[in-house]
């Protein structure tokens, strides 16, 4: 029988795996999710930063403006050297820068020397140097506001510079320049997980909280750039090497936004925002990493789940596919067996049958046999009752030649009484003859109430000729017993019991038989001789067919076992012991009967 649950087993391991698969290739998708979460948890520290910058820078953008319009600046670039002014101006510098929180603030002359510095006291002291080759001092002395971001040539730290025109009577005299530093910021954004970068136009980034990529380029640099670098002195050219970097697109459907950027062996989210002020792009990297990580959990955990589900489903399934299995075990079993019983039955009918026939068989045999003791029984009392019709015969022949005489001389009444005794005679042979025929007839296999008086009275009738110089000791009954059986079968075992009881006695002088008949519920007939008794192997075996102890042609053995047969076919008993006074008893018990017609006696 196809097993359907242990086909959905399979099922269920085939959809898991497909369900497996479906997983890993969402892996991308999934991916992608968590990479756009984690720029989305840092697109609030990019727009900060850039803020923050962009506020630094507006707010510093104002500033040389303010200090050009001081008054004593005219005065200093007018003279330059004069030792009352100068003093006093670079201490109003160093104040107000640091009052402004900016780096540094400077004067230079139409020249782009340094007249004054609020740095004037360090040892990276402006005063002095020259600054002609910046873009800011150009730009300024256009009158218009210079703006610029370089490394510091003289501090050597990055800054961005603001630089406005003094301005006297139209005329340009001097700069004013007030530089920003810019090293703070990236002290902040170094707290934060991620990575800040700034890159001006040429790709260059100028400040990061890593320090290694300061300064570095994300893309190859015009050489016109380049030169102008190197004229401006905005970086040192050498440290200008390239960063290995390549961005593609998150989403390549959306185009824009969140990009993946890979920086050497690591890997970032990227989202960049713009100071359009300063040129500047600043991007915040985000390292891939965790939210890798995170997808590779979700992959890990959906997995789990469908591997439980799958687990789980499996097992009911198993459980019901050991279940419809045990069924249809027991449902096979009970086919074989309904088949075993059916066969069994078969066999046990046939079995029936031949039992039935063989007891048919049996029964006839039985029969047979029953006839065949009965013949024998007649074959052993020949002698007897050929002595015993002779006798009478003899008898009868004299009285009757004693008749004719006496008739011959006219002695009437002798001839009379002659000729009565050969009645007698005759009604006797004819008595004898009758028994005899009935001994010898077939029994009807009916039983009935049969009164065991008569039955004890013909069987003696019966073996009267071999029982004469016995001691017969028979007391007939007062009130009749009844019993269920047969007449002639019953009549025909107590005449095997006298039988064997005179043949038992053939060397006793003075031969004794008891017949008892006790009645009751369970009614007797004990037939007792003075013999030998049964010797310890007669005991055991006097009823098995054939046990026999007499002389060939004696005996057959069949006497007690066809009346041991007779008796159980009435439901009744028979069995032997030996009397204590000696000689042995033979007791036949049988059931008892309430007495109907008269129809059953002759069986
Ligand atoms: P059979 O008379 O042909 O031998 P039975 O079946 O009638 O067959 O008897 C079997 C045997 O039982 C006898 O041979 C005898 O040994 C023993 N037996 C039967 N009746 C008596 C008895 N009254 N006393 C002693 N032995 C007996």
Not at 134 to 149: E, I, K, N, Q, S
Not at 358 to 386: C, D, I, N, P, Y
Request: glycine letters at 8%.
């Amino acid at each position: 029988m196809p097993n359907r649950p242990r086909r959905a087993i399979w099922m269920v391991a085939l959809l898991a795996l497909i369900a497996l698969g479906a997983i890993l290739a969402a892996y991308p998708r999934i991916e992608r999710f968590y990479l756009r979460q984690a720029g989305a948890e840092d697109a609030a520290t990019l727009r900060l930063a850039t803020e923050v910058l962009r506020g630094a820078l507006e707010r510093t953008q104002a500033l040389p403006a303010l200090i050009a319009d001081r008054p004593i600046l005219p005065q200093l670039l007018a003279e330059p050297d004069n030792e009352g002014i100068v003093p006093f101006a670079n201490e109003l510098l160093r104040q107000s820068a640091l009052s402004l929180d900016v780096s540094d603030i400077y004067v230079l002359d139409t020249e782009g020397r340094t007249v004054a510095a609020s740095n004037y006291r360090t040892e990276h002291s402006f005063v002095g140097a020259n600054f002609s080759y910046r873009p800011y001092f150009v730009d300024a002395m256009g009158a218009g506001l210079g703006r610029f971001h370089a490394l510091g040539t003289q501090s050597g730290q990055r800054g961005y510079f603001f630089a406005s025109p003094v301005i006297e009577d139209t005329q340009v005299i001097g700069v004013v320049v007030v530089k920003l530093r810019i090293d703070g910021f990236e002290e902040a954004w170094a707290q934060s997980g991620s990575t800040l970068i700034v890159r001006d136009v040429n790709n260059v980034i100028f400040m990061s909280d890593r320090e290694e990529w300061r300064f570095r380029r994300t893309a190859p640099i015009q050489d016109w750039v380049m030169s102008q670098i190197a004229r401006t002195r905005q970086y040192p050219v050498s440290m200008l090497t390239r960063l290995e970097m390549e961005t593609a697109p998150l989403d390549p459907d959306v185009g824009f936004g969140l990009e993946v950027a890979r920086i050497g062996r690591e890997s970032f989210v990227s989202q960049t925002s713009l100071i359009a002020a300063a040129s500047w792009r600043v991007s915040i990297l985000t390292p891939t990493g965790p939210a890798v990580q995170r997808a590779w959990t979700a992959v890990l955990l959906l997995s789990l789940v469908v591997i439980m589900v799958a687990l789980v489903l499996a097992t009911v399934l198993a459980r019901r596919a050991r279940l419809v299995e045990r069924l249809s075990a027991e449902r096979s079993l009970a086919t074989l067996l309904e088949a075993r019983v059916a066969e069994r039955t078969t066999e046990l009918k046939t079995e029936v049958e031949e039992r039935r026939a063989t007891e048919a068989r049996l029964r006839k045999t039985q029969a047979e046999l029953v006839q065949a003791g009965k013949l024998a029984a007649l074959g052993q009392m020949s002698a007897a009752l050929s002595h015993e019709f002779n006798q009478p015969l003899a008898a009868v022949k004299s009285y009757a030649e004693n008749a004719r005489t006496f008739l011959d001389r006219g002695r009437m009444e002798d001839a009379q009484r002659n000729i009565e005794r050969i009645s007698g005679l005759a009604d006797r042979m004819a008595s004898i003859s009758k028994h005899l025929r009935n001994f010898a007839r077939r029994p009807g296999e009916k039983t009935g109430p049969v009164p065991l008086g008569p039955v004890i009275d013909d069987a003696l009738e019966l073996m009267a000729p071999r029982l004469r110089g016995v001691d017969i000791r028979y007391t007939p009954p007062e009130t009749e017993i009844w019993v269920r059986g047969g007449r002639v079968r019953l009549q025909q075992v107590v005449v095997n019991l006298l039988g064997n009881a005179l043949d038992a006695m053939a060397e006793v002088e003075a031969p004794q038989i008891d017949i008892a008949l006790r009645g009751g519920a369970s009614p007797e007939i004990a037939v007792r001789d003075i013999g030998p008794g049964l010797s310890e192997e007669a005991l055991a075996q006097a009823f098995d067919p054939f046990f026999t102890t007499k002389e060939p042609g004696q005996g057959l053995g069949l006497g007690l076992s066809i009346s041991f047969n007779i008796i159980g076919d009435f439901g009744g008993r028979l069995w032997a012991e030996n009397h204590p006074d000696g000689g042995a008893i033979f007791r036949v018990t049988l059931e008892s009967a309430t007495p109907e017609a008269q129809e059953h006696a002759a069986q």
